[in-house]
């Protein structure tokens, strides 16, 4: 079993995920071509055909792992609002995660992305602690 440190503070030892967030994660795990192959392979979420594989090279993993994560999640409706889709709050993570590691276009935005990041981080902990005591 693969393991992930997230850093969480909470009361509580372990976290729930759902499959689809265990199989994104599972892109960013993926160390090198053949990993990343075998998982897009095996992924019933992604469909690909052996053309798709050929023109892989371990310099681009990086951009290849961009492109599985935009394949994986293209389910999500860009042109609709994220509150309207009804997704759960694990994705919801994982987007905002992988807005800052792939999406955001310059540093000003990362930086916008990871204040923001913290407030809710803050919050959520306000929450906690007014809720579990």
Do not use: V
């Amino acid at each position: 079993m693969k393991q992930f440190l997230l850093d969480l503070d909470a009361s509580i030892n372990g976290i729930y995920l759902n499959s689809e967030t265990i199989e994104l994660l599972s892109i960013i795990q993926c160390k090198n071509i053949e990993e990343l192959k075998k998982f897009a392979q095996d992924c019933s979420q992604l469909d690909l055909s052996e053309e798709y594989f050929s023109n892989w090279s371990e310099q681009d993993i990086e951009n290849i792992k961009k492109d599985l994560f935009e394949k994986y999640i293209k389910k999500i409706n860009p042109n609709q609002s994220i509150q309207s889709q009804n997704l759960k709050e694990e994705t919801l993570a994982l987007i905002a995660m992988l807005n800052l590691q792939y999406w955001c276009e310059n540093e000003d935005e990362k930086e916008r992305l990871k204040k923001y990041m913290l407030k809710m981080k803050k919050s959520i902990k306000i929450w906690y602690k007014k809720n579990t005591t």
